[in-house]
T-cell receptor, first 114, second 113 residues
Framework: KAGVTQTPRYLIKTRGQQVTLSCSPI?????VSWYQQTPGQGLQFLFE???????NKGNFPGRFSGRQFSNSRSEMNVSTLELGDSALYLC?????????????FGQGTRLTVV | QKEVEQNSGPLSVPEGAIASLNCTYS??????FFWYRQYSGKSPELIMS????GDKEDGRFTAQLNKASQYVSLLIRDSQPSDSATYLC?????????????FGTGTSLTVIP
């Protein structure tokens, strides 16, 4: 059974540009969440999608957005990139939205903003 | 107070010893707890989940939960160099209806051969 697939694995962008990251969850999983991981802040929740609907959003500026497609694949977009957006972006896949459901992470996309 | 707190370490243990990793959480209503292992440069990997007070064993790993003390721990028996990683404790957020967690900052473990 294939795991969570994130593309691309690495990205280098310039300040002011925008970027789109992709996540394909485990087959049969319908919940996708996105996290930002930095050395100083650890793992921070960005947003969660289930059945193409955003259910929760973390405390990030509006430059961070996302969506989910009917096949459960999800994308996140960051516009007007800042140096501080450099981080590892992780996608987590869950079978359901029942409390306590286990979540499985993809390999991540490492974004570097220069 | 942070929602999930862990000692950042680093924690060093000799090969074959027991490594003990600790986590405390602030929400007394939390019911599910997860341990992830993250190797340097890699993504977190789920290794244990625990929902009830007491111990849960899986191979060399034992998760311990004490809801009264709001404390969850992970014991690694017969530690191996391959166990050297950062271990993250995760707790679902209070409003969580699915895939949203608070994570601790992680404890870095080094197993010395």
């Amino acid at each position: 059974k294939a795991g969570v697939t994130q593309t691309p694995r690495y990205l280098i962008k310039t300040r002011g540009q925008q970027v789109t990251l992709s996540c394909s969850p485990i087959s049969g999983h319908r919940s996708v969440s996105w996290y930002q991981q930095t050395p100083g802040q650890g793992l921070q929740f960005l947003f969660e999608y289930f059945s193409e609907t955003q259910r929760n959003k973390g405390n990030f500026p509006g430059r961070f957005s996302g969506r989910q497609f009917s096949n459960s694949r999800s994308e996140m977009n960051v516009s007007t990139l800042e140096l501080g957006d450099s981080a590892l972006y992780l996608c987590a896949s869950s079978f359901s939205v029942t409390y306590g459901t286990e979540a499985f992470f993809g390999q991540g996309t490492r974004l570097t903003v220069v | 107070q942070k929602e999930v707190e862990q000692n950042s370490g680093p924690l060093s243990v000799p090969e074959g010893a027991i490594a003990s990793l600790n986590c405390t959480y602030s929400d007394r209503g939390s019911q599910s707890f997860f341990w992830y292992r993250q190797y340097s440069g890699k993504s977190p990997e789920l290794i244990m989940s625990i929902y009830s007070n007491g111990d849960k064993e899986d191979g060399r790993f034992t998760a311990q939960l004490n809801k009264a003390s709001q404390y969850v721990s992970l014991l690694i028996r017969d530690s191996q160099p391959s166990d050297s990683a950062t271990y993250l404790c995760a707790v679902p957020t209070p409003a969580n209806t699915g895939n949203q967690f608070y994570f601790g900052t992680g404890t870095s473990l080094t197993v010395i051969p």
